[in-house]
Nanobody, 115 residues
């Protein structure tokens, strides 16, 4: 059974930082394409950052220079370091793992940026 479990969300002040983690089980983690998505209230889910099995990364324009995605294949975990957070980053953040046509999703972790 495949499981992706996100953690690390919470309330942070503008300008602050958070580090999200997503622990995976039930998949051959090292060969999977991984991504972090987010969905703000009333908006569609959007890709924030992704990382290939060769460690190539891609970021949404809105987070470039502020967010960093990384993976630790030994721990079956993908991370999202988020710096200089602002109110527009408030959303539920989801981890995704995909190989071929089958994506797997976590249940999400809420990030709220507010003073």
């Amino acid at each position: 059974q495949v499981q992706l479990v996100e953690s690390g969300g919470g309330l942070v002040q503008p300008g602050g930082s958070l580090r999200l983690s997503c622990a995976a089980s039930g998949i051959a983690f090292s060969i999977y394409f991984l991504g972090w998505y987010r969905q703000a209230p009333g908006k569609q889910r959007e890709l924030v950052a992704s990382i290939t099995n060769g460690d190539n990364t891609n970021y949404a324009d809105s987070v470039k220079g502020r967010f960093t995605i990384s993976r630790d294949n030994a721990k079956n975990t993908v991370y999202l370091q988020m710096n200089s957070l602002n109110a527009e980053d408030t959303a539920v953040y989801y981890c995704m793992a995909r190989r071929g046509l089958q994506p797997y999703w976590g249940k999400g972790t809420l990030v709220t940026v507010s003073a």
